[in-house]
């Protein structure tokens, strides 16, 4: 028997090591199966090297100190995390920590997370799981937290979650599950927080869940639970937030019989419940939110509800509420914040000491029967972001001073009896964004042309007041409009054409008025525009047709006598085939006006030519000059026979070179063409063709050209241009140690200059030069720098004239439509360009 024992213990330690090798091997097998199951974009599983032991430092992955190589806690939270949960997860069977939250894991939870004895903290939240939570959970005994929250999770509470001993929190918001809640949640006397927010529960409370003596958090916002609220949790030593809020709950407020109540936060809104509100609430003196708006509550609020001083967010709205609002509440609620008293019975005036309410952020007691103007005091609310007044009897003229609420975002005075005219101040708020509704009132005078200050309004409503006069023009500087509601006023004269500039509209409505003219053509090229009223106006013509004008239920223009329109559809009378060739004439006349008016100065400037001829020959001679003819010869000289010291650059069709004439104060630059590259011939001609329809300062201006034949009987090309001493504009943006010199980068002025005169000579191009052209190889190297760094265009071979361009892509089925630049690259110039023509043919 000794020898046995000594035997033994000799074998003992060999013993160990193999026992810990193969729990190890079980360890180690189970997270190469996690490995299998899933996959990350962040690749930090790449580092789980499959013939590692030393798993202990893979990344997320924690060991017990205890127990060596055993695998105690897996965190991989935010890791874009795709893939599901294994069940070879079970063997880890000493992991006690599983936080998986803020990934893309899909599928079901699996059952075997019921085999990990040890579990004490699980958080699968904000991921895709869906399925119903496994029943198994219950077995993990010594389960303290549970948050599989945000996810598309379905069926019911699991009954024996309400089971286990250890629970401290358990959220669950935002799935889809039914039912009751569990009868023994609540029975554990660790549960701290239950958070079961915005699902679809159904049933009451269940009673030991509010008797709980631990409980702080108890949040079931946004189901179908019913019932009464129990009245011991109106009355819990522990509870520090009840959201009930979104429910179906009926009868009243229960009654709180202690006094230093630790409650914060108090959401009862959106119910069923009736009543008076009582007067014990008082005894919430910790109370930061209240919230018992949308109910049907009745009856005058306890002037002791005014005076918990820590509240910060008071809901009473959509209720029955009676009564003045106390004039003290500007000094027994100091943190107020949020304060909405909407859709009630309050009436009297308000309160001026409301000035006094420093923080507060949204004010809104709209729709109530008060009376009195706005207290002037209003304007020291220098936090005020909201203020909603409409639907009141309020009167008298709107202050000023909201103009030094300079935080203000969104202003309702709407269906009052305000008279008078808009304060200027009020067009000073840069910060008034979601809107300002003046609308239903007694307002009169003209619209102030200052409202351009209003430069980030959304939503703008004046209708239904006495206004007169003209829309100024300045209304078009509020391009962020998307809401314009300007009827039932006594408006004239035309719809400005600034409006064109009010590309985002979405509705306009100008109805009921006494504006004149025709309807402008550019409301049917706005895109977004939704909803268009012009009825009940002096509006004259021919409808537009393109855009909204092809909907007839989203254009409204009946009243209007002189209208005609296209389509029937529209409910006007169709406009003649007088109408259309009085059209006809018109465009004709705006043609042939100006050029018969222009026939009596060209007269008299023929008179004046024939009576100086001597002066004229003598201006000629000096125009002349610079534009005389220049032989291969010359430019020959100029350039010391095409010298490299005087190569400025060289591109695909052709090579610059520096030159200097005898005739030429400054210096020019020669463009040689390399005739025998396919398309140079082209090139040279485009530029010739567009260099000579076109004048502008920021184009580099053409001197002359060359076109002849070199001694040995090749043709040759060139044009003499100006030259641009500062280089292009690439060997600024991409410097290098070359003859320029050492810089210094562009300043942020100089970028904005050169950007702007690039783009006024696209403009040039696009829209005044005639015809249209497209530069089509737009990009740093062919834009060159005067003296004084102003930028000029350069390189027209790839230009485009956009009507002949137009006119083949219609007539020819060979055309081809594509980008156009340089091999090996293409700016976005040209693809600009490209999608130019390609309007153009449309």
Same mark, same amino acid.
């Given at each position: 028997?000794?020898?046995?024992?000594?035997?033994?213990?000799? /074998?003992?330690?060999?013993?160990?090591?193999?026992?810990?090798?193969?729990?190890? #091997?079980?360890?180690?097998?189970?997270?190469?199966?996690?490995?299998?199951?899933?996959?990350?974009?962040?690749?930090?599983?790449?580092?789980?090297?499959?013939?590692?032991?030393?798993?202990?430092?893979?990344?997320?992955?924690?060991?017990?100190?205890?127990?060596?190589?055993?695998?105690?806690?897996? =965190?991989?939270?935010?890791?874009? !995390?795709?893939?599901?949960?294994?069940?070879?997860?079970?063997?880890?069977?000493?992991?006690?920590?599983?936080?998986?939250?803020?990934?893309?894991?899909?599928?079901?939870?699996?059952?075997?997370?019921?085999?990990?004895?040890?579990?004490?903290?699980?958080?699968?939240?904000?991921?895709?799981?869906?399925?119903?939570?496994?029943?198994?959970?219950?077995?993990?005994?010594?389960?303290?937290?549970?948050?599989?929250?945000?996810?598309?999770?379905?069926?019911?509470?699991?009954?024996?979650?309400?089971?286990?001993?250890?629970?401290?929190?358990?959220?669950?918001?935002?799935?889809?599950?039914?039912?009751? &809640?569990?009868?023994?949640?609540?029975?554990?006397?660790?549960?701290?927080?239950?958070?079961?927010?915005?699902?679809?529960?159904?049933?009451?409370?269940?009673?030991?869940?509010?008797?709980?003596?631990?409980?702080?958090?108890?949040?079931?916002?946004?189901?179908?639970?019913?019932?009464?609220?129990?009245?011991?949790?109106?009355?819990?030593? @522990?509870?520090?937030?009840? /959201?009930?809020?979104?429910?179906? %709950?009926?009868?009243?407020?229960?009654?709180?019989?202690?006094?230093?109540?630790?409650?914060?936060?108090?959401?009862?809104?959106?119910?069923?419940?009736?009543?008076?509100?009582?007067?014990?609430?008082?005894?919430?003196?910790?109370?930061?939110?209240?919230?018992?708006?949308?109910?049907?509550?009745?009856?005058?609020?306890?002037?002791?509800?005014?005076?918990? @001083?820590?509240?910060?967010?008071?809901?009473?709205?959509?209720?029955?509420?009676?009564?003045?609002?106390?004039?003290?509440?500007?000094?027994?609620?100091?943190?107020?914040? &949020?304060?909405?008293?909407?859709?009630?019975?309050?009436?009297?005036?308000?309160?001026?000491?409301?000035?006094?309410?420093?923080?507060?952020?949204?004010?809104?007691?709209?729709?109530?029967?008060?009376?009195?103007?706005?207290?002037?005091?209003?304007?020291?609310?220098?936090?005020?972001?909201?203020?909603?007044?409409?639907?009141?009897?309020?009167?008298?003229?709107?202050?000023?001073?909201?103009?030094?609420?300079?935080?203000?975002?969104?202003?309702?005075?709407?269906?009052?009896?305000?008279?008078?005219?808009?304060?200027?101040?009020?067009?000073?708020?840069?910060?008034?964004?979601?809107?300002?509704?003046?609308?239903?009132?007694?307002?009169?005078?003209?619209?102030?042309?200052?409202?351009?200050?209003?430069?980030?309004?959304?939503?703008?409503?004046?209708?239904?007041?006495?206004?007169?006069?003209?829309?100024?023009?300045?209304?078009?500087?509020?391009?962020?409009?998307?809401?314009?509601?300007?009827? /039932?006023?006594?408006?004239?004269?035309?719809?400005?054409?600034?409006?064109?500039?009010?590309?985002?509209?979405?509705?306009?409505?100008?109805?009921?008025?006494?504006?004149?003219?025709?309807?402008?053509?550019?409301?049917?090229?706005?895109?977004?525009?939704?909803?268009?009223?012009?009825?009940? #106006?002096?509006?004259?013509?021919?409808?537009?047709?393109?855009?909204?004008?092809?909907?007839?239920?989203?254009?409204?223009?009946?009243?209007?006598?002189?209208?005609?329109?296209?389509?029937?559809?529209?409910?006007?009378?169709?406009?003649?085939?007088?109408? @259309?060739?009085?059209?006809?004439?018109?465009?004709?006349?705006?043609?042939?006006?100006?050029?018969?008016?222009?026939?009596?100065?060209?007269?008299? %400037?023929?008179?004046?030519? !024939?009576?100086?001829?001597?002066?004229?020959?003598?201006?000629?001679?000096?125009?002349?000059?610079?534009?005389?003819?220049?032989?291969?010869?010359? !430019?020959?000289?100029?350039?010391?026979?095409?010298?490299?010291?005087?190569?400025?650059?060289?591109?695909?069709?052709?090579?610059?070179?520096?030159?200097?004439?005898?005739?030429?104060?400054?210096?020019?630059?020669?463009?040689?063409?390399?005739?025998?590259?396919?398309?140079?011939?082209?090139?040279?001609?485009?530029?010739?063709?567009?260099?000579?329809?076109?004048?502008?300062?920021?184009?580099?201006?053409?001197?002359?050209?060359?076109?002849?034949?070199?001694?040995?009987?090749?043709?040759?090309?060139?044009?003499?241009?100006?030259?641009?001493?500062?280089?292009?504009?690439?060997?600024?943006?991409?410097?290098?140690?070359?003859?320029?010199?050492?810089?210094?980068?562009?300043?942020?002025?100089?970028?904005?200059?050169?950007?702007?005169?690039?783009?006024?000579?696209?403009?040039?191009?696009?829209?005044?030069?005639?015809?249209?052209?497209?530069?089509?190889?737009?990009?740093?190297?062919?834009?060159?720098?005067?003296?004084?760094?102003?930028?000029? !265009? /350069? =390189?027209?071979?790839?230009?485009?004239?956009?009507?002949?361009?137009?006119?083949?892509?219609?007539?020819?089925?060979?055309?081809?439509?594509?980008?156009?630049?340089?091999?090996?690259? &293409?700016?976005?110039?040209?693809?600009?360009?490209?999608?130019?023509?390609?309007?153009?043919?449309?």
């Amino acid at each position: 028997m000794p020898l046995a024992i000594f035997l033994l213990t000799l /074998a003992a330690p060999s013993l160990g090591v193999t026992y810990l090798h193969d729990v190890s #091997n079980t360890d180690l097998q189970g997270l190469l199966c996690l490995k299998l199951h899933l996959f990350s974009s962040a690749r930090f599983l790449t580092s789980w090297k499959n013939d590692s032991m030393q798993f202990c430092s893979w990344f997320g992955v924690s060991c017990s100190k205890r127990h060596p190589s055993r695998v105690v806690a897996l =965190d991989f939270e935010s890791l874009d !995390l795709h893939g599901q949960i294994p069940s070879c997860i079970s063997n880890l069977t000493f992991v006690t920590r599983i936080h998986l939250p803020n990934n893309k894991l899909s599928g079901q939870i699996t059952t075997e997370l019921g085999q990990l004895s040890r579990l004490q903290y699980l958080n699968l939240s904000s991921n895709n799981l869906g399925g119903k939570i496994p029943g198994t959970l219950s077995s993990c005994s010594r389960l303290q937290i549970i948050d599989l929250a945000l996810n598309s999770l379905s069926g019911s509470i699991p009954e024996g979650l309400g089971t286990l001993t250890s629970l401290s929190v358990l959220r669950l918001t935002g799935n889809n599950l039914m039912g009751n &809640i569990p009868l023994p949640l609540g029975s554990s006397s660790s549960l701290i927080s239950v958070i079961l927010t915005n699902n679809s529960l159904t049933g009451p409370i269940p009673p030991l869940l509010t008797n709980s003596s631990s409980l702080q958090v108890l949040a079931l916002t946004k189901n179908h639970l019913s019932g009464e609220i129990p009245s011991p949790l109106f009355n819990s030593t @522990s509870l520090q937030k009840l /959201a009930l809020g979104l429910n179906s %709950f009926v009868g009243s407020i229960p009654t709180c019989t202690i006094n230093g109540s630790p409650l914060q936060y108090l959401i009862l809104q959106s119910n069923n419940l009736a009543g008076t509100v009582p007067s014990t609430l008082r005894n919430f003196t910790s109370l930061l939110w209240l919230l018992l708006g949308d109910n049907n509550f009745h009856g005058t609020v306890p002037a002791s509800l005014y005076n918990l @001083s820590a509240l910060t967010y008071l809901g009473m709205g959509n209720n029955s509420f009676t009564g003045e609002i106390p004039s003290s509440i500007g000094y027994t609620l100091p943190s107020i914040q &949020i304060l909405i008293l909407q859709e009630n019975l309050f009436q009297g005036n308000l309160p001026s000491s409301l000035g006094n309410l420093q923080n507060l952020f949204l004010l809104s007691i709209s729709q109530n029967n008060l009376s009195g103007q706005i207290p002037l005091s209003i304007s020291n609310l220098s936090q005020l972001n909201e203020l909603h007044l409409q639907e009141n009897n309020l009167s008298g003229p709107i202050p000023g001073g909201l103009g030094r609420c300079k935080n203000l975002e969104a202003l309702n005075l709407s269906s009052n009896s305000f008279h008078g005219s808009i304060p200027i101040e009020l067009f000073t708020l840069l910060s008034l964004s979601k809107g300002l509704d003046l609308s239903h009132n007694q307002l009169s005078g003209n619209i102030p042309p200052e409202i351009s200050g209003l430069i980030n309004l959304g939503t703008l409503s004046i209708s239904n007041n006495q206004f007169s006069g003209k829309i100024p023009s300045t209304l078009g500087e509020c391009v962020h409009l998307e809401y314009l509601h300007m009827k /039932a006023n006594l408006l004239d004269g035309r719809i400005p054409e600034s409006f064109t500039n009010l590309r985002g509209i979405i509705v306009l409505d100008i109805s009921q008025n006494n504006l004149s003219g025709k309807i402008p053509e550019f409301l049917e090229t706005f895109s977004d525009i939704e909803f268009l009223n012009l009825s009940f #106006n002096n509006l004259e013509g021919p409808v537009p047709t393109g855009g909204i004008f092809h909907n007839s239920s989203e254009v409204f223009l009946q009243g209007n006598k002189k209208l005609c329109a296209s389509s029937p559809l529209l409910q006007l009378p169709l406009c003649s085939s007088k109408t @259309s060739k009085k059209r006809q004439a018109l465009r004709i006349l705006k043609i042939v006006g100006p050029v018969s008016l222009a026939v009596i100065p060209l007269s008299c %400037f023929m008179v004046i030519l !024939l009576t100086k001829t001597k002066k004229v020959k003598q201006v000629a001679q000096q125009r002349n000059k610079g534009l005389k003819k220049l032989s291969l010869t010359d !430019l020959v000289r100029a350039t010391d026979n095409f010298s490299s010291a005087n190569l400025i650059g060289s591109g695909r069709y052709g090579s610059v070179y520096r030159a200097r004439f005898e005739s030429e104060e400054h210096t020019v630059a020669v463009k040689v063409f390399k005739l025998d590259q396919l398309g140079a011939p082209k090139s040279f001609l485009a530029e010739c063709k567009a260099l000579r329809n076109t004048r502008h300062r920021n184009l580099v201006r053409v001197i002359t050209a060359c076109s002849t034949y070199d001694p040995t009987g090749y043709e040759f090309k060139a044009l003499v241009l100006e030259c641009m001493p500062n280089g292009s504009l690439e060997s600024w943006l991409y410097p290098k140690l070359n003859k320029y010199g050492l810089r210094r980068p562009l300043s942020l002025s100089s970028r904005i200059v050169i950007a702007m005169d690039i783009a006024s000579a696209l403009d040039y191009l696009h829209n005044h030069c005639s015809p249209p052209m497209a530069h089509c190889d737009l990009k740093p190297s062919n834009v060159l720098l005067d003296d004084v760094m102003g930028a000029r !265009l /350069a =390189d027209f071979g790839l230009a485009k004239f956009l009507q002949s361009f137009s006119y083949s892509c219609r007539h020819s089925s060979t055309s081809i439509l594509g980008p156009r630049g340089s091999i090996g690259y &293409i700016a976005p110039g040209a693809l600009f360009s490209f999608k130019e023509k390609t309007f153009s043919t449309s």
